[in-house]
């Protein structure tokens, strides 16, 4: 993965509906949710969602199939992993054991 496709990514996530949803649909598992059933247990405007599911869509993170008059929305587990390995890739190759393990130390704001 490249940076830029990780940081597209990632800032679909930023946001805490699209974040909401991408976490329901997780929880949901693979046969996922419908767009209604989306939008009962978040409680947002049908616009609304629609606005937020076309970038986790377009971005590559949830995947949508029509099922007759209905939407099913899916979470695509490779993007999600892929992406989230990405931020983990080199994770502590420069830290000793003894840095990983010490409590992180409180900075002060003054």
């Known amino acids: ?20 949803i991408v976490r329901l649909l997780l929880q949901a598992g693979p046969e ?3 767009i209604g059933e989306l939008q009962s247990r978040l409680h947002v405007p049908a616009s609304t969602l629609a606005f937020h599911l076309r970038g986790l869509v377009t971005r590559g993170l949830v995947h949508q199939q029509k099922e007759g008059r209905m939407v099913r929305c899916t979470p695509n587990y490779a993007a999600i992993n ?3 390995a990405f931020v983990k890739e080199n994770c502590c190759a420069g830290a000793s054991v003894d840095e990983l393990t010490r409590p992180a130390k409180r900075r002060s704001l003054s």
């Open 1 to 20: 993965m490249d940076i830029e496709t990780a940081a597209r990514r990632l800032a679909e996530l930023g946001n805490s509906t699209r974040l909401q």
């Open 32 to 34: 996922g949710l419908s």
């Open 82 to 84: 892929e992406t989230l």
